[in-house]
T-cell receptor, first 113, second 110 residues
């Protein structure tokens, strides 16, 4: 099993450009999550999908949209990138709410200039 | 709102014991988790406490007191490889997602 995979690993965007971060898991997990991590701020929840077909806002959803494409894939879209969105983005998944172990992908390092 | 507070930095020497505290304010309570993250890497799960008391997993233990809204991670027989950031986490709005504290950076020296 590859676990949770994310593409791309690195990305540089100009202000105003759009892009989609891809995430896939092969563990048959029901729930998937997007976080951003900035120095000194810990991991902040952007959006999550409790199950296929549902998505919900997290702590910092502004400027982002998500799509739960199927049970395996959960994408994060930046419609008009801003320098404040420079961050490391982590995708995670979990089998069900009674199990507290979330599995994280390796992250996407995004720079917006 | 919801929040988890933990110290930003802790230092210790090899072989020592260190305790990382976490106080939380959440709507309802559904357990406290701990994650480890090495520099540049992905966070990995360490432990989970649903009920009061101590959970032990090898050199690492985690404690929870729901009446005090407080938990801690105890690391024993510290090794250089334990140098990392440690995060406490709790469910977001009683749902399936986790929110995290800002993390505690542990530096272990020889």
């Amino acid at each position: 099993n590859a676990g949770v995979t994310q593409t791309p690993k690195f990305q540089v965007l100009k202000t105003g450009q759009s892009m989609t971060l891809q995430c896939a898991q092969d563990m048959n997990h029901n729930s998937m999550y997007w976080y951003r991590q900035d120095p000194g701020m810990g991991l902040r929840l952007i959006y999550y999908s409790a199950s296929e077909g549902t998505t919900d806002k997290g702590e910092v959803p502004n400027g982002y949209n998500v799509s739960r494409l199927n049970k395996r894939e959960f994408s994060l879209r930046l419609e008009s990138a801003a320098p404040s969105q420079t961050s490391v983005y982590f995708c995670a998944s979990r089998k069900d709410p009674t199990l507290n172990e979330q599995y994280f992908g390796p992250g996407t390092r995004l720079t917006v200039t | 709102g919801q929040s988890l507070e933990q110290p930003s930095e802790v230092t210790a020497v090899e072989g020592a014991i260190v305790q990382i505290n976490c106080t939380y304010q959440t709507s309802g309570f559904y357990g406290l988790s701990w994650y480890q993250q090495h520099d540049g890497g992905a966070p990995t799960f360490l432990s989970y406490n649903a009920l009061d008391g101590l959970e032990e997993t090898g050199r690492f233990s985690s404690f929870l007191s729901r009446s005090d809204s407080y938990g801690y991670l105890l690391l024993q027989e510290l090794q250089m490889k334990d140098s990392a950031s440690y995060f406490c986490a709790a469910p977001y709005k009683a749902g399936t997602a986790l929110i995290f504290g800002k993390g505690t950076t542990l530096s272990v020296s020889s």
